[in-house]
């Protein structure tokens, strides 16, 4: 009931948002599991300035900007294989406007695992350090047998999950 009434609430929005929330699909397919994220570019960039020497960052989709959000999604979203935490890529990213014409930054991000993973942890922490009422949806396909996961994370509960695939 919760996750309905948050995906009614994340959908709406006038102006300046009160309402602090990301989006992750995960594609698990052989040993390559894949995120595409997607969080408001101000939460974003406020939580970037929050790093040493970037008060006036900008969130753009170049290499610098990629770099730094590949730095800061490491360490927000820990993604572990049968025992092995994984580090993610960013080889997409991409600036939109939603419904409510608020903007909204994604990015694609590859994360290789030794192997296809029979056991994965995660903890999605994304946007907790700036905002104690994040909460962060995650959905998860295990390819080709088709196994389908919802996480719900919130910044006052922030446990990692574990997903037998």
């Known amino acids: 009931m919760r996750l309905a009434a948050l995906l009614l609430v994340a959908g709406v929005g006038v102006g300046a948002h009160d309402t602090h929330v990301s989006s992750t699909r995960i594609v698990i397919e052989g040993p390559s599991v894949v995120c595409r994220i997607r969080m408001f570019r101000d939460d974003l960039e406020k939580a970037l300035r929050l790093s040493p020497g970037q008060d006036s960052l900008a969130i753009t989709t170049d290499a610098r900007a990629d770099s730094l959000v590949q730095k800061y ?3 927000a979203l820990q993604l ?7 580090t993610g890529s960013v080889v997409g990213s991409g600036l939109e406007t ?7 930054a994604w990015y694609v991000v590859e994360y290789p695992a030794a192997h296809p993973p029979a056991r994965l942890v995660i903890l999605n922490a994304i946007l907790f350090e700036s905002f104690r009422n994040q909460q962060n949806i995650m959905s998860v396909l295990k390819s080709p047998d088709d196994k389908r996961f919802s996480l719900y994370f919130i910044a006052t509960d922030p446990e990692p999950q574990t997903l037998k695939l």
């Open 98 to 104: 939603d419904d409510a014409r608020q903007e909204v």
């Open 80 to 86: 572990t294989a049968d025992g092995e935490r994984l």
């Open 73 to 75: 999604l490491n360490g």
